[in-house]
């Protein structure tokens, strides 16, 4: 069983926001870091934005300035902020966890190395 789950998905227009939540239950160390991953159609799964367990967040090229990623230790939730969403933004999220140490050095790494574990994933839609 895939120990966290994705929410918060939608259909939004360009410049739209969206935040989704990844809920981690407790059998996963919460401690480990933890990342966003997107699946566009016809394309490879990549990472997009990652946040270590001091907090620190790496966002890919295609995201950065734009998303947002917190985590909460409380309520073992990662959120990830999205704003200005373009079409391109469309694809299913996936969140994960790693004991990677360094957010920076995680989000390098492809999503194979990352995990086995991935859940169903929450769908993002940006229409024109």
């Known amino acids: 069983e895939v120990p966290y789950v994705e929410s918060g998905g939608g259909s939004v227009q360009t410049g739209g926001s969206l935040t989704l939540s990844c809920s981690a239950t407790s059998v996963i160390d919460f401690d480990y870091c933890w990342g966003w991953f997107r699946q566009a159609p016809g394309e490879e799964c990549e990472g997009v934005a990652a946040i270590d367990f001091d907090r620190n967040a790496a966002y890919s090229d295609s995201v950065a300035g734009r998303f947002n990623i917190t985590r909460d230790a409380v309520k073992r939730t990662v959120y990830l902020q999205m704003t200005a969403l373009e079409p391109n933004d469309t694809g299913i999220y996936y969140c994960?966890?790693?004991?990677?140490?360094?957010?920076?050095?995680?989000?390098?790494?492809?999503?194979?190395?990352?995990?086995?574990?991935w859940g169903q994933g929450t769908q993002v839609t940006v229409s024109e």
């Open positions: 994960a966890a790693a004991p990677y140490r360094s957010a920076a050095h995680a989000l390098g790494d492809s999503w194979r190395t990352w995990t086995s574990l």
